[in-house]
């Protein structure tokens, strides 16, 4: 077995600058979004939706994150988590968040209280409806706000939760719960119904606010909440906080994922979607094709002709935003085995790549692997797989565990290592893991100094939730990931 610590990959920051850390980066040098646009600094103007109580509250709320918010400090380790140094264009982070008075839609009180008459999956679809509305009034705005935040009121929640649910989430109904065969389910989550509304009424970005987090309560400390916050704000309404500084122009990442297609009232129909990255780090989304599935396995998989004509989509996205060229490389990860059809047919589109890479990550992998005579977790970067293996091979690699640049574990219990196997590997097993590496510094909705899975996945379902709305059948939501988010 040969094991080899790999090396951490770094961000690109304003002007160019480098810089491994997330968070550290962004206060030395700002954001990579100002380089690209030529800007100092910039004032993010946004709209808001709700009820005049919520408005007042996430005003307050962004007044709060204009000041200093202290880092959480590890009493394990002694570290203290950095600083938020608060938002506005003379601070580290060089941009502000201000709303615009004409892009203000409120929703009077009385009518969250009157939904109280119907029963809980009534309210649901009535509540929905009441945020439709204002969106159509905001769609007229010229110009029009490419980010609207939406804070909820407890009132809503709570008339519209399902009862004894501790979370502040709000469910017409279950995905696992088996329907009638033509029935077909208005909604399932009023968070993913409400994006499909707002990019379907008025093509918006949106930012849903539950209570808690105007109140910094929502699981996290305050800090990260602020930090969290900011970056997924910057990102949905300008460009990319960072992107990655070594990822090869040339090469192509693509995510294959299914959901369940419940907008035909079939239990049994499914789609695939590709989740799209480029060297630039920017997200798009490929939806393909529903189709029945009804085989034994609990993984769907594609047909030949499935999997060339979502491949192909993926290359011509590639091709739109390359000027014509072909890439030189196309990796694509899947949460389930490549069946002998998916392989054939994205051989067949892929004939005239030089390098193609088909990787099968698995997140529980049930294995353990700890340093010897260390007290310390494994080393976040460890690779580990077995050189005399002919042909393809299964590689260990530790996204998570511990990282000397922070010293510390920034986890609990052992790491868990993921397990990548590969169906194809014209790479090499470092060059394979080096690139899942980098892909878990792009999760947008976190500051984090990096995720357990690479977006090409972790993103997938987020994204399969909001297609699996009945309501995304009839509308073509952006490509870019913003609108999911």
């Not at 996290?220 to 906080?241: L, R």
Request: glycine share 6%.
């Amino acid at each position: 077995m040969k094991t080899k610590i790999l090396s951490e990959p770094n961000l690109y920051f304003n002007k160019g600058e480098v810089y491994h850390d997330p968070k550290i980066g962004l206060l030395k040098y700002g954001p990579h979004g100002l380089n690209k646009n030529g800007e100092e600094s910039v004032t993010i103007k946004v709209g808001v939706i709700g009820t005049h109580k919520y408005i007042t509250k996430f005003k307050a709320f962004l007044q709060e994150l204009k000041s200093r918010i202290d880092g959480e400090l590890n009493k394990d380790t002694g570290l203290k988590e950095p600083d938020f140094p608060g938002l506005g264009i003379e601070k580290p982070l060089r941009f502000d968040v201000e709303i615009n008075p004409d892009w203000i839609e409120t929703i009077d009180e009385q009518d969250i209280l009157s939904l109280e008459q119907y029963d809980r999956k009534e309210r649901v679809v009535r509540a929905l409806k009441l945020y439709e509305t204002k969106l159509k009034d905001l769609s007229v705005a010229d110009p029009k706000p490419n980010l609207v935040f939406i804070p909820l009121s407890t009132q809503l929640l709570e008339l519209c939760k399902e009862p004894g649910l501790k979370i502040d989430k709000i469910k017409y109904a279950r995905r696992n719960i088996v329907h009638k065969e033509s029935e077909i389910i208005p909604l399932f989550d009023f968070h993913n119904a409400l994006k499909i509304v707002a990019y379907r009424e008025g093509g918006f970005t949106t930012q849903i606010i539950r209570p808690k987090t105007l109140k910094f309560e929502g699981g996290q400390d305050s800090a990260t909440t602020a930090w969290n916050f900011s970056v997924s704000t910057y990102y949905k309404a300008t460009d990319q906080p960072w992107k990655l500084a070594e990822l090869d122009d040339e090469t192509c990442y693509a995510g294959v994922s299914f959901f369940q297609d419940f907008s035909l009232g079939k239990t049994t129909m499914r789609a695939s979607m590709a989740q799209v990255y480029l060297r630039t780090g920017e997200s798009q989304v490929i939806r393909g094709d529903p189709f029945k599935w009804e085989g034994r396995g609990r993984s769907p998989e594609l047909t030949n002709e499935q999997a060339k004509k979502l491949i192909l989509d993926v290359i011509e996205l590639y091709k739109r935003n390359k000027g014509g060229r072909l890439p030189k490389r196309v990796v694509i990860h899947k949460t389930s085995p490549f069946s002998e059809e998916e392989i054939s047919g994205f051989n067949e589109v892929l004939k005239d790549v030089e390098t193609v890479d088909y990787v099968h990550i698995m997140e529980h992998s049930g294995i353990l692997a700890l340093p010897k005579g260390q007290n310390y977790p494994a080393m976040r970067r460890t690779l580990i797989y077995d050189e005399n293996q002919k042909g393809n091979k299964d590689i260990i690699l530790f996204t998570t565990g511990f990282v000397p640049a922070l010293n510390t574990y920034m986890g609990t219990g052992v790491p868990i290592p993921l397990l990548l196997k590969t169906y194809r590997l014209d790479s090499t097993p470092e060059i394979i893991a080096q690139d899942i590496l980098a892909l878990t510094k792009l999760d947008w909705n976190s500051c984090d100094y990096n995720t357990h899975m690479p977006v090409t996945i972790s993103v997938s379902k987020k994204v399969g939730d909001i297609l699996a709305e009945s309501s995304a059948e009839k509308v073509t939501i952006g490509s870019n990931y913003r609108y999911y988010m």
